[in-house]
């Protein structure tokens, strides 16, 4: 089982859906959750970081659930801009190695 | 405040042939992180850095693969000899990260990458 796990998508919704996004991990240790934006041939942003009572920034909602593993990511009202890869970043292990998922990508259709 | 700070922006090379990568992350960032990003995939941690100190190499080729960061702030990751499959992107990171651990309150700041092509 990898480390960090994403459905690679791609997503495609309509301009104003909501989409939800699932990231799964397999080392209960880990710490530290993260969702990172990268667009096509740019490097990744960090959109989020994830906390343990979840967060929400604007029309983005992050959320983890320690007890089944995943942590995820809600994107409300659906922009054209928002068409990108989402990545999941989880700190790993006892010395807590940063590891990516491969990405879920997202394309939003006008 | 100035980014992360890579060169080359693109390199071409054949197989056999060395290469060398640098990065100059933001000022006051104590770590310090190379990634390979292989099309498709996310970014896979090479080395990570803590001041002078590797924290983390245990994905780093080492038989090809090296990285340095002399006075805790500059550097240089090396490939010799380079194979077909090194074929990728060559991402830098930094973040503040005293303890060299990824905190939630953390944010990793990333170059704009090398793209690296191995003929």
């Known amino acids: 089982r990898k480390e960090v796990e994403q459905d690679p998508g791609p997503f495609n919704v309509p301009e104003g859906a909501t989409v939800a996004f699932n990231c799964t991990y397999s080392?209960?240790?880990?710490?530290?959750f993260f969702w990172y934006r990268q667009d096509c041939r740019k490097e990744p942003k960090l959109l989020m970081s994830?906390?343990?009572s979840g967060n929400e920034d604007g029309r983005f909602t992050a959320q983890l659930n320690r007890a089944s593993q995943y942590i995820s990511l809600l994107i409300r009202d659906s922009k054209l801009s928002d068409s990108a890869t989402y990545l999941c970043?989880?700190?790993?292990?006892?010395?807590?190695?940063?590891?990516f998922g491969t990405g879920t990508k997202l394309q939003v259709i006008p | 405040e100035a980014g992360v700070a890579q060169s080359p922006r693109y390199k071409i090379i054949e197989k056999r042939q060395s290469v060398a990568f640098w990065c100059n992350p933001i000022?006051?960032?104590?770590?310090l992180y190379w990634y390979q990003q292989i099309l498709g995939q996310g970014p896979k941690l090479l080395i990570q850095?803590?001041?002078?100190?590797?924290?983390?190499d245990s994905q780093l080729p080492k038989d090809r693969f090296s990285a340095e960061r002399l006075k805790g702030v500059d550097s240089t990751l090396k490939i010799q000899p380079a194979k077909l499959e090194d074929s990728a992107v060559y991402l830098c990171?930094?973040?503040?990260?005293?303890?060299?651990?990824?905190?939630?309150?953390?944010?990793?700041?990333f170059g704009p990458g090398t793209r690296l092509t191995v003929l």
């Open positions: 990171a930094s973040s503040f990260a005293e303890t060299g651990i990824l905190q939630v309150t953390d944010t990793q700041y």
């Open positions: 080392n209960s240790a880990s710490q530290s």
């Open positions: 994830v906390y343990s």
């Open positions: 970043v989880v700190n790993t292990g006892g010395y807590q190695k940063v590891t």
């Open positions: 000022s006051g960032h104590a770590t």
């Open positions: 850095f803590q001041n002078n100190g590797v924290v983390d």
